[in-house]
């Protein structure tokens, strides 16, 4: 069983498109986790959910729009996809949030051509 | 600002010598400090955390992390390498108030037989 899952796991699609990637955790925790890695491998975090409420939204372009339906899913929505836009988008979750102790999922890569 | 360096962007070490990755962070107060690791086209797994008292600290696959407030550092060590060991290696840190983590840039680990 697959604690963190992401779907798709590749993405490829032209500029200007809008596209989704959905996220769902069977491990029972309260907060769910966005984070974005670049080509560099640098990441860095977008948003942070718990219990369904927005609790962390970093300095992200408002194309990207997070939303969670439950606290066992949180979906990235992102419009009118831009070039820079190409990374890697990690999955996360953790009970409580507070500890850091993150469990990932396997990462879905975006290619904006 | 909050932030957490990883000085080595790449390191080689032969199969069965020893290896420490370094880590340094800068914080108001200490945070918790975590290692995870990364294998190829992977997500990221938990190797180990600090929350506070004994400065060493175990973690899986036979790693280990010592906290040095003085230095503010948290380097990862192992005492002999795989060569299953090659990844990129991530340090982070999180303020207990912040509920996200933050990471360094990553140290990738390259094993020669």
């Known amino acids: 069983d697959t604690a963190v899952s992401q779907t798709p796991k590749y993405l490829v699609t032209q500029m200007g498109n809008d596209k989704s990637i959905k996220c769902e955790q069977n491990?029972?925790?309260?907060?769910m986790y966005w984070y974005k890695q670049d080509s560099k491998k640098f990441l860095k975090i977008m948003f942070s959910y718990n219990n369904k409420e927005l609790i962390i939204n970093e300095t992200v372009p408002n194309r990207f729009s997070p939303k969670s339906p439950d606290k066992a899913h949180l979906n990235l929505h992102i419009n009118s996809l831009e070039l820079g836009d190409s990374a890697v988008y990690f999955c996360?979750?953790?009970?409580?949030?507070?500890?850091?102790?993150?469990?990932f999922g396997e990462g879905s890569r975006l290619t904006v051509l | 600002a909050q932030s957490v360096t990883q000085p080595d962007i790449h390191i080689t070490v032969s199969e069965g010598a020893s290896l420490e990755l370094r880590c340094n962070y800068s914080?108001?107060?200490?945070?918790?400090l975590f290692w995870y690791v990364q294998s190829p086209g992977q997500g990221l797994q938990l190797l180990l955390k600090?929350?506070?008292?004994?400065?060493l600290v175990q973690g899986i696959k036979g790693f280990e992390a010592e906290f040095k407030r003085s230095q503010s550092s948290f380097n990862l060590r192992k005492p002999s390498v795989h060569w299953s060991d090659a990844a990129e290696y991530f340090c982070?840190?999180?303020?207990?108030?912040?509920?996200?983590?933050?990471f360094g840039s990553g140290t990738r680990l390259q094993v020669q037989p």
């Open positions: 996360a979750s953790s009970q409580g949030g507070r500890t850091g102790e993150l469990f």
């Open positions: 914080y108001g107060a200490t945070p918790y």
């Open positions: 600090y929350f506070s008292g004994d400065t």
């Open positions: 982070a840190a999180s303020d207990t108030g912040r509920r996200a983590l933050t």
């Open positions: 491990l029972g925790h309260d907060t």
